[in-house]
């Protein structure tokens, strides 16, 4: 008995440290991310320009394809909104480009970021409404 619950242990304690460090990126890029989420929901354009590549490309939970350009004028035509925080967050890294899957205000939102030229960028991104089953009760 002993060695199954020291399998056990060891099982979880493995699990939940391949699952913290899925999450885990690098401290520019987290700061990046928040930078970017806050200027969102702020509709603070200017600051969501920073983090957000040239050649940005979104599909939206509605299908529509947009540019920057379009992404940022649809932007600042949304009213402010108090931040929502990421949940249910899973980041993999790839050399400089981090996939990014999250959920916040009831949106599924996934994120393609590149580092390049010293700073963090969105590439793409695609946001899909949460079914009702879906959102989640906490963040886990």
């Given amino acids: 008995m002993p060695i199954t619950r020291l399998s056990m242990l060891v099982f979880a304690a493995a699990w939940l440290t391949a ?63 108090p931040y929502i925080p990421r949940s249910r967050e ?15 205000g009831g949106l599924w939102v996934l994120e393609v970021w590149t580092h390049e030229k010293g700073s963090w960028m969105v590439l793409m991104s695609q946001v899909t409404t949460a079914t009702p089953l879906a959102r989640p009760a906490a963040p886990y």
């Fill in 19 to 81: 699952a913290a460090a899925a999450a885990q990126v690098p401290d520019d890029l987290r700061a990046a991310m928040q930078a970017r989420d806050r200027a969102f929901y702020a509709v603070n354009a200017a600051e969501w320009e920073k983090y957000t590549a040239p050649s940005f490309t979104t599909v939206q939970q509605d299908g529509s394809f947009l540019t920057r350009v379009e992404r940022l004028a649809n932007l600042n035509t949304q009213p402010v909104r």
């Fill in 90 to 104: 899973v980041n993999e890294r790839r050399g400089e480009v981090v996939a990014a899957r999250f959920f916040s």
